[in-house]
């Protein structure tokens, strides 16, 4: 049953609309907080002068934050009433990471990304068809095997667009610096959103899936977004190879969108199933999946850009 009731408020009655200002701020730079300690720390080993530790530290890292976060969407599809594999899901998405990070690190590179994903994914869709002939026939066995593959697609598989852009072959090791620029402007957008939202929001944009979310953000998100991508590309242009002022309008504003729809698709899982936040982890913030929303979005939108437009001989 979902929490909230039909205007979109959440147990214990409305709030005063200063009071849930407040709230709302509070929680903001909270998570604002701790996405910048979040990923300084993931940074910090990307930009460590040893190559062996700054690879083991990030897929360390970048495996937490995906199990935690695959945790997190598992816990919402059991509110909602669901089956799923939880654990095996879990390895999956494990197993997904770890052998991307090392095909990353192997003589071949990364050339072959995304084809080394789609193998990997095969042989999970295998496993959670095995796994399934081995319960046998029952109920929610079709249902069982799609939320828990949704659980790796979303969390881990997206994730993954992270190490394709830190470890792209060819940006002559610049890759780091594309990483640093994503998430600075995806991070802005996000607070684009909120600040203007907050100044000058009147519209609605989605208020079935989430209510404080506004046409005035929306539009605050795309220009702050398109702001700092220009004034990155200006400011770090030897760092950023192939990218020129035209390139940097066109990812401003696709990260921007991609980061509000990202933002929309997060709310909408929380919605069905009746929670505030994706999980408890972080007090007073939510959960892993409530900082990464927006990046988890937006990273394969980085990637296939620098794929497909920037990288191109």
């Avoid at 095996?88 to 994903?117: E, I, N, P, R, Y």
């Avoid at 993954?160 to 620029?181: A, E, V």
């Avoid at 400011?235 to 066109?250: E, F, H, K, N």
């Avoid at 988890?296 to 191109?312: G, T």
């Amino acid at each position: 049953m979902n929490a909230s009731n039909q205007n979109g408020q959440w147990p214990g009655g409305p709030a005063q609309p200063g009071a849930l200002q407040a709230r709302r701020a509070s929680t903001f730079l909270r998570r604002v907080a701790s996405f910048v300690v979040l990923w300084a720390v993931v940074l910090g080993a990307v930009f460590s002068g040893n190559p062996l530790v700054a690879n083991c530290l990030f897929v360390l890292l970048i495996t937490a934050v995906g199990v935690a976060g695959q945790l997190e969407f598992y816990g919402l599809v059991k509110r909602r009433g669901l089956a799923c594999f939880k654990w095996l899901g879990v390895v999956g998405g494990t197993a997904l990471m770890w052998s991307t990070c090392a095909k990353c690190l192997s003589s071949a590179g990364a050339d072959h990304f995304g084809d080394f994903q789609t193998g990997v994914l095969a042989c999970i869709v295998l496993g959670l068809c095995v796994r399934q002939l081995i319960a046998g026939l029952n109920q929610t066995g079709l249902t069982a095997i799609s939320t828990t593959l949704l659980g790796v697609l979303y969390v881990p598989w997206l994730l993954n667009f992270i190490q394709g852009i830190n470890f792209f072959p060819g940006l002559g090791g610049m890759g780091k610096y594309y990483l640093l620029y994503f998430l600075v402007v995806t991070k802005l957008s996000d607070t684009g959103a909120y600040l203007v939202g907050t100044l000058l929001g009147r519209h609605k944009l989605a208020p079935r899936i989430s209510p404080a979310k506004t046409w005035e953000g929306f539009i605050g998100a795309i220009a702050v977004a398109v702001v700092s991508s220009v004034l990155a590309a200006q400011i770090a242009g030897p760092y950023l190879p192939g990218m020129d002022t035209l390139d940097a309008l066109v990812l401003g504003a696709a990260l921007g969108l991609g980061a509000v729809a990202g933002d929309l698709i997060e709310s909408l899982f929380k919605r069905e199933a009746g929670v505030k936040d994706s999980g408890g982890l972080l007090p007073g913030i939510g959960g892993v999946l409530d900082l990464l929303d927006s990046v988890l979005f937006n990273a394969p939108i980085m990637y296939l850009y620098i794929q497909h437009v920037l990288a191109r001989p």
